[in-house]
């Protein structure tokens, strides 16, 4: 379906939602509209109120909100004091004990562990005795590198808990990178396990671990929870302490650490168009408040609903809609350690069946992927307790969200394409299930607070109005936006409020349809976005040149059907350095693997004589885009290049290798 024909394609909030038993939160548009438009004008009185029906406060605050885009100083609910694991554990643990959770879905379909909320406050709590007695106090960062089991929550929670701050690496992450991370947040004691399950693979946590921490001293602590417990794996004496052990001699209370509303709650790293990963700082209060609300108001959470979000903790997703959002709310939450495919591709939907569920949140990448595998794995299962499905990580498109809507919604439930980043901290654009008519392929309006403007790129000219596409901004602060990278709050500016003054940046290209629908058109920067995974260009050249044979490196994304976008490396070589070509392209795909993660691995490696270039010498990875990407009688004016001869010589490379 063309993109034309699904602006045009309608679908309103499904006749299931608003007669069904469960009645959404906001149940028409014309509700949605006042709400928004409220928050947006009033921002302080609207958030003022969501802030203290939202969230236990130890200390009232008065101011909710200071500072601005050009100074970079935004601040939320000022004087106020709290504390996330309280918010997120102890009341919930006070008012229903006996809810569950968490519920922990093992890689193993057999293996299904439940928490409830008042084991999880037992467990937290022992838990922020042992960092406490390890000498964790309110401030230091603690590094997590840990597979998605539930004791990876509760060392979240245990650092909440103290006011420290958790810096959660993914466990597909490479030595070298976990090694980047703990090095930059300068974290003392990092939480692992033996090792970690997915798909029936195995990964070597404590292995990667080990070898990250190779400079002696880097760290303090290691403790290690065994998970799969069928390696013996090495301890380093004095360094390396056992989870359970520690655990079995903790006392299960620990007072909670209250905080300032802006203090720190977690560092995350991402990949920014240029340089090293950047350590996203989100704050305590206008972060949790974003997570509760978006949870609350997009998912339609009611009590007795089953939530499941599908994304690693390792992520944004992960802390936001797995742990923050949902526990925030006193909800049940899931806690998956499989693939959409493993043991078989019904393994999404057998989760549904067997759990109840009630919203459900993947990845376009996992909904194209069981797509393409057949109508049959979904069939096969009961899906009718779902209301809400969610996807979110990059756009989706039409095909997919249809099959989406028809085959796992029976068109019964709302599709929620929720657009948003590491840096927003919650859902900043998305429909509401009960209020909002959908449109195939576009994450439609604003979410309360958040004003975006469309700009034109060359003149930083806000296009008002339908129908204008331009690279997509935010006009005003709102709560859960991050506060700064973590020391490098020059980076912050450089990268997010300064290239268009008063606006934050998103770094996506979109369009507002004639209908006042958004569309996510994709990063207009040197971002790529792999499955929903996000990755620099210059992180991975700088990977490939690493290898001693390489003179130069340029890294584009090309369009994938599955992934959404791959990795494709052009390389030049240094004179008289190799004579096996096919042996270099697999050592550079295996240095990059070994330098990020395996899901960095580039599809496809160039190893050219040149690379298109200006005349000054700037490589025009634009050109190297359109070639790929079959584009290439496209390029347009080329008269700058300093020697346009090599587009043929690169076409045919390229033809070569497909
Ligand atoms: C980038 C942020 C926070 C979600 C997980 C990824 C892309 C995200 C959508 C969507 C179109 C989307 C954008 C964004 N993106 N959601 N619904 N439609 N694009 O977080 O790693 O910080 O990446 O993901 O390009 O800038 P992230």
Redesign the pocket.
Known sequence: MSAEHSENKIYPVPERLLSGPTKPFIDSFEQYQSLWQESVDNPSTFFAKAAREYLHWDTNFQTTCAGDFENGNVAWFLEGELNAAYNCVDRHAFATPDKVAIIHEGDDPNNVRKLTYKQLLQEVCRMANVLHGLDVRKGDNVAIYMPMIPETVIAMLACARLGAVHSVVFAGFSAESLYERIQDCGARVVITSDEGRRGGKTVATKRIVDEALQLPNLVDRVIVVKHTGTTSVSMTPSRDIWWHQEMANARPYHPVTVVSSEDPLFLLY?SGSTGTPKGVLHTTGGFLLGAAMTVKNIFDVHDDDIYACMADLG???GHTYILYGPLCLGATTLLFESTPTYPTASRFWETVDKHKITQFYTAPTAIRALRRLGDEYVDRCNLSTLRVIG??????NPEAWEWYYKKVGHSQCAVV???????TGSIVVSPLPGATPTKPGS?TFPFFGIRPAILDPATGQELEGNDVTGVLAIKQPWPSMSRTIYNNHHRFMETYLKPYPGFYF???GATRDKDGYIW?R??VDDVI?VS???LSTSEIESALILDSSVAEAAVIGGHDDLTGQCIHAFCTLKPNMVSDTEKLIEGLIQQVRKSIGPFAKPKQVYVVSDLPKTRSGKILRRVLRKIVNNEADQLGDTSTMADPGIIQQLVDKVKQRH
């Open positions: 991402t992520w944004i997703t996807s979110v990580g990059e756009p989706i394409d929720t657009y948003w980043q590491t840096e994450a998103t770094g996506d996510i994709g990063r976005n929903g995974h996000r």
